[in-house]
């Protein structure tokens, strides 16, 4: 992808990377009936590093072979945060519903708009932080709506219900998947300024599946011995959510603040209700038709902001 700003460019990256990362939850879904999660993990980011690495090392291997200790060491520090979040997010799908699993992971943008202004010195304006909040109360609609009913009245029996303590698993595995993200992010929106797209993303997604496998190991889990489809599954994950869709996330933090970056990311529970709504025929419900209004309407918000910037 061209590292050149174009206004045509930049909004049709950011729908294809929304739609690209929406296709997660399904295929993670899907492989989970076969192979435990940090199989997973490790191997979605293994097979995208094994991908990128003949164009990488082909037209990029001067600037590979050039990077400073600083940016390698915070490549590192990237690789590990975005390894910490895949482990525990796609972990997290294991105990709570996609729904639940993608909103809460999606409250990174809280976290950065918290962080950036000390770390990258990016100043916020009233109308993202209007355009994060909004898209924060969609994601608590779209969180409730698993555990509420609508009849004459509201029934949200379950919401506080403590005894619940594998969905509440789930939940504390969702926010740590996003307290990492926001790690990624805000080094990525460093390093990115001073680095080209595919050095980049070879670099972090292989530091991240060096850390999966890791965990991998430790867990004392194997990547062999799964049916053809779970592989199938898989490299689709890698391939299209992955490659295709945090790839082009990463293209736009030479251009974007991380903080918008991070509220686009609100955009991903939208599209994986979408899709499974689509592929599953699962009916999204009131709760989230709702959430996802509010969510939609934050990033618009946000993005009339950042395209007059």
């Not at 492989?31 to 037209?59: E, G, M, N």
Request: hydrophobic fraction near 55%.
């Amino acid at each position: 992808m061209s590292e050149k700003r174009s206004p045509i460019i930049l909004p049709l990256a950011i729908a294809i990377a929304i739609v690209a990362v929406s296709t997660a939850s399904l295929f993670i879904r899907f492989a989970q009936q076969d192979a435990p999660s940090l199989v997973i993990a490790a191997l979605r980011l293994t097979i995208a590093s094994l991908l990128l690495a003949p164009i990488a090392i082909y037209r990029d291997k001067d600037e590979l072979l050039s990077l400073r200790k600083n940016e390698l060491l915070l490549g590192l520090f990237a690789g590990f945060f975005l390894a910490l979040h895949f482990a525990s997010w796609i972990t997290s799908l294991e105990y709570t519903s996609v729904a639940s699993s993608v909103v809460l992971v999606s409250t990174g943008p809280l976290w950065v708009a918290l962080l950036a202004p000390i770390f990258l010195k990016e100043s916020l304006s009233k109308k993202i932080l209007w355009g994060m909040l909004l898209a924060l109360i969609g994601g608590i609609f779209i969180a409730l709506s698993d555990s509420c009913v609508w009849k004459s009245n509201i029934d949200c029996e379950t919401v506080f219900n403590l005894q619940n303590s594998k969905s509440m698993i789930g939940n504390l595995l969702s926010l740590t998947g996003a307290f990492a993200i926001t790690g990624y992010l805000l080094i990525g929106r460093r390093l990115r300024i001073t680095i080209s797209l595919l050095p980049y993303i070879f670099l972090v997604y292989s530091m991240a599946a060096f850390f999966l496998i890791f965990f991998m190991i430790i867990a004392k889990q194997s990547p062999f011995g799964y049916s053809l489809t779970t592989y199938g599954w898989i490299f689709l994950l890698a391939l299209i959510p992955q490659i295709i869709g945090h790839s082009t996330y990463n293209w736009t933090l030479r251009f974007l603040p991380a903080t918008f970056v991070a509220i686009l990311t609100l955009g991903e529970p939208i599209g994986s209700i979408s899709l499974a709504y689509i592929i599953l025929h699962e009916s999204p419900g009131i709760f989230k038709t709702i959430g996802g209004i509010f969510i939609l309407s934050g990033i618009y918000l946000a993005s009339r902001v950042q395209n007059k910037s």
